[in-house]
C-alpha cells in the first residue's frame, strides 16, 4: 500500500495501517492495538467513532470539554488566530489576547486572586503553582518553608512536584524517591460513613484536622504549601465534606501556610461555578487551571495567583526578570483565543448556572443506578458522577475495563474509568434528555459485564 493510499485511508477516517509507532498514555496498549477504539469526529454531546456511529461523550473527553465539541464560535476564533498570528514569545514580549485572557480568569476567580501565570497543562500547572510556593517563601527569608503537603488519593498531574504531592501509588511508585520533603493528609473517602453521597458528605470535615498532625511533626516553619483538589476527580470523584476546605483554610492561616486549590477538572462550571473555590465559599493563595479554559480544543493550563504574592516578587530594578520560570509555548495565541472565545460561550449560554440547575437530576438519574449487579457506591456532585464496580476477583479494575470497552462498541457511550469505578463528566450543554440516555445506556453496560 502507498503512502499516499495510506493518508487517504486516514483522511476518510480509517484506521491507520500501522498503529505501533504511538505509545498511548495512561493505555493498555497491547489490547488497544489489537482492539482499537478509533474517534476520528466531534461535535456538541458525541463523538464519531471510526465506523460512522455517534458516540455519547459521557466524560467530556478527558474532563475537558466542558463547552461541548467543535463549538462554531471556539472553531472560528482558533481558525482566525492561526491566520493572524500563529505564535508569539511570553519570554520579554506579549500578545494582546493573553492579557484579555488574563484578565477575564482573574475576573472569574474569587477574592484577591488577580495574577495569571499560563501554562499548557494541568501538570504544568501544578509544577508551576508549587515552584511559585518555594520561591515565594525564598524572596520572603523564609527559604526553610520548603515541604509540600498534599493528600492521599490526590491527582496533580504526572510532572515529578504533582506526583510528588500526589498520592495515586501507580503514578508514583515507578519513578523513584520523587521530590524530598512531601507529606499527605488522609483521603476524604470513607464508604461506610458516605456511601451513595450526594453532593458534599456530611462526614469527614474533621479529617482536615490531620494538619495540624503533620505541622507539629515537621513544624510550621518548614512548610511551604498545602495542595488539594476541592473534588478530588481522578481518583473516583470524592466530593470534599461539608465543612472540610474551611477547615483547611483555617490551619493554613493559623500557621501562614499556603493553599492551593488544584481546579484542573473543578474549574468552569464542572461544579456549577467558575471555580469550586465559590461554591464553597473559600479564598485559596492559588487556583491551578486547564482543561475547561478553552473546552479542551487547545493545550492550555495556568496558575491564578492572590494579588500579596504576585506583588512580593515585583522587588528590585526593573529591568531584572523576577521569576525564572516559563515555557516554550505560554499564552499560545492559538489556545487564547480559544480561551477567549470558551469563555463568551459559557457566559452567552449560561453553562454554569445550567450545570447548578440540572445537578439534581443528574443526581437522580446516576443514583438510579443503585442495586443493579456489582454496584457497590454511587457519588455525584455538580455535573460529576462516580459508580464503583465490585471488582473481579481474579483481576482488579478488570470489571470496569470490561464496562468501557462494551460502553464504547456496543451502547455508544463514552466513560471514563479508574480501577474499577466508572468516572462520568459529561460537556455542560447536556439537557435532561441526554442524562436519561446516559444513565440508561450505563445501565445495560453494568449489566452486560455483571
Known amino acids: 500500500m502507498s503512502l499516499a493510499h495510506d493518508q487517504l485511508a486516514a483522511h476518510k477516517g480509517a484506521a491507520p495501517n500501522d498503529l505501533e509507532a504511538f505509545w498511548l498514555p495512561f493505555t493498555a496498549n497491547r489490547a488497544f492495538k489489537k482492539n482499537p477504539r478509533m474517534i476520528t469526529g466531534a461535535k456538541d454531546m458525541h463523538y464519531i467513532a471510526a465506523d460512522g456511529r455517534k458516540v455519547m461523550d459521557g466524560a467530556a473527553g478527558l474532563w475537558c470539554c466542558n463547552a461541548g465539541h467543535n463549538r462554531d464560535p471556539i472553531v472560528a476564533a482558533i481558525r482566525a488566530q492561526a491566520g493572524e498570528l500563529d505564535y508569539a514569545p511570553a519570554f520579554q514580549f506579549g500578545h494582546p489576547k493573553a492579557f484579555a485572557l488574563a484578565a477575564r480568569i482573574a475576573a472569574l476567580a474569587p477574592g484577591d486572586l488577580d495574577h495569571v501565570f499560563f501554562a499548557n497543562s494541568g501538570s504544568e500547572a501544578v509544577d508551576t503553582a508549587l515552584k511559585i510556593a518555594l520561591a515565594y517563601w525564598n524572596i520572603q527569608g523564609k527559604g526553610s518553608r520548603t515541604r509540600l503537603i498534599g493528600r492521599e488519593r490526590g491527582y496533580h498531574g504526572v510532572g515529578f512536584g504533582g506526583i510528588s504531592v500526589g498520592g495515586i501509588v501507580n503514578n508514583r511508585k515507578f519513578f523513584g524517591s520523587l521530590l524530598a520533603g512531601a507529606d499527605h493528609l488522609p483521603h476524604t473517602y470513607s464508604r461506610e460513613q458516605q456511601a451513595f453521597s450526594r453532593g458534599e458528605p456530611e462526614w469527614g470535615a474533621h479529617l482536615a484536622d490531620d494538619l495540624e498532625r503533620i505541622v507539629a511533626l515537621h513544624d510550621a516553619s518548614t512548610i511551604a504549601a498545602v495542595i488539594v483538589e476541592p473534588m478530588a476527580g481522578s481518583t473516583g470523584v470524592l466530593a470534599p465534606p461539608k465543612g472540610y476546605l474551611r477547615r483547611l483554610r483555617e490551619i493554613c492561616d493559623k500557621h501562614g501556610i499556603l493553599l492551593v486549590f488544584d481546579e484542573v477538572i473543578t474549574g468552569f462550571g464542572r461544579l456549577g461555578f467558575a471555580f469550586a473555590a465559590e461554591r ?171
Request: contains cysteine; hydrophobic residues 45%; glycine residues 10%.
Open 280 to 450: 464553597y465559599g473559600v479564598v485559596p493563595d492559588m487556583i491551578t487551571f486547564a482543561k475547561g479554559v478553552n473546552s479542551g480544543t487547545v493545550p492550555m493550563g495556568g496558575v491564578v495567583v492572590r494579588k500579596g504574592i504576585y506583588e512580593a516578587f515585583m522587588k528590585g530594578p526593573e529591568h531584572v526578570i523576577e521569576l525564572f520560570h516559563g515555557y516554550t509555548y505560554s499564552a499560545h495565541p492559538l489556545a487564547c483565543a480559544a480561551g477567549l472565545a470558551a469563555l463568551d460561550v459559557y457566559r452567552d449560554e449560561g453553562l454554569f448556572e445550567r450545570a447548578r440547575q440540572l445537578e439534581g437530576a443528574w443526581a437522580d438519574a446516576i443514583h438510579s443506578l443503585k442495586g443493579l449487579p456489582n454496584v457497590l457506591d454511587i457519588r455525584t456532585i455538580g455535573i460529576v458522577g462516580a459508580v464503583d464496580l465490585a471488582p473481579k476477583p481474579d483481576a482488579v479494575g478488570k470489571r470496569a475495563y470490561e464496562a468501557m470497552d462494551v460502553a464504547f462498541r456496543e451502547h455508544d457511550l463514552m466513560i471514563r474509568i479508574t480501577g474499577d469505578t466508572i468516572a462520568l463528566s459529561p460537556p455542560l450543554i447536556l439537557r435532561e434528555d441526554d442524562i436519561g440516555e446516559i444513565a440508561d445506556k450505563l445501565a445495560k453496560v453494568i449489566k452486560a459485564v455483571a
